[in-house]
């Protein structure tokens, strides 16, 4: 295995377990403030970041051909996404969303292969496949759905596998946190007006925990994660990136375990180790194709 490929895949794991904590920060979050606010402040949290890390990039210049695709990261990754996700979370609840979240696999690779032309091996079918499998035995037994929220996760799946394969195709000419930071900063320009409008609709009361949960979905599960997930696209295919996504909702769970003392469930080893298994089977088969 090339060592840019162990990188990669290193990037990888640390992306979905920052992404795994998500779902608690953001279901406490929503709990003070509302979907639109939240949006807004992680999403200027994770500007800043980026801001930080490409400091010494920023002359690098935006080709006046590429400025639509980072518009369409803009809206569609950084906006729409980020929205439809947190209005999910708050209606249907964190695990139900990491369900379907871990569907992400096969609209990235559907994308992908529209796209970027890659392919759609039937390794990555059986994985799929597995890893959803693996997904519903981690989630087993969790209640709570509800049409709304189930509804806006799944916009969120479909807009967030466009905006992937976009940010793929950039990562050829850019680095990731330049990519990240112009279009997060171009999504501001529909964050910052959205968030004012419901603050003066609805108002807003301040609470430190849920302040505290909004800049941390900021700085480490945005503007880091966002970071490390271009790293992982600027290396491997976008179909091979995505066959990690069910990890997440196995970190969600652990996490909750560690933070919130949830009990597992009975079957959550046994899907935990069906994903592991999906996810190696990837790697491998990936990094045979690149030998």
């Known amino acids: 295995m090339k060592d840019k490929h162990k990188a990669a895949y290193i990037c990888l794991l640390l992306t979905f377990l920052l992404w795994g904590s998500i779902y608690v920060a953001s279901s406490y979050a929503t709990g003070v403030f509302s979907p639109v606010v939240v949006a807004c402040g992680r999403y200027a949290a994770g500007t800043a970041v980026l801001w930080i890390m490409a400091r ?4 690098s210049k935006i080709e006046k051909e590429d400025v639509k695709y980072f518009i369409l990261i803009a809206v569609l990754g950084y906006y729409l996404t980020i929205t439809f996700n947190t209005i999910g979370i708050k209606h249907s609840g964190a695990a139900v969303s990491s369900v379907i979240n871990s569907m992400m696999p096969i609209g990235i690779s559907i994308a992908a292969a529209a796209v970027l032309k890659e392919r759609i091996r039937p390794v990555n079918i059986v994985c799929i496949m597995l890893a959803m499998a693996g997904t519903v035995i981690v989630m087993g037994g ?4 509800q049409v709304i929220g189930v509804a806006f996760m799944l916009g969120g799946l479909v807009t967030w596998s466009i905006a992937t394969v976009y940010i793929k195709k950039l990562s050829d000419k850019y680095p990731p946190e330049i990519i990240g930071l112009y279009a997060m900063a ?7 007006p959205a968030a ?3 603050i003066a609709r609805n108002g807003i009361q301040p ?6 949960a909004v800049l941390y979905m900021g700085i480490f599960t945005t503007g880091v994660a966002q970071y490390l997930w271009g790293k992982s696209l600027a290396v491997l295919d976008a179909g091979v990136c995505s066959m990690f996504y069910p990890l997440q909702p196995v970190f969600s769970v652990i996490l909750g375990r560690i933070l919130l003392n949830e009990q597992l469930r009975p079957g959550f080893f046994a899907g935990a180790g069906l994903i592991a298994i999906t996810v190696v089977i990837s790697c491998l088969y990936n990094d045979k194709d690149n030998n």
């Open 196 to 198: 004012a409008a419901d």
């Open 142 to 145: 969790s209640k709570g759905t």
């Open 186 to 192: 171009m999504s501001l320009l529909i964050h910052l």
């Open 207 to 212: 609470e430190a925990g849920a302040v505290m």
């Open 56 to 59: 010494n990039k920023l002359k």
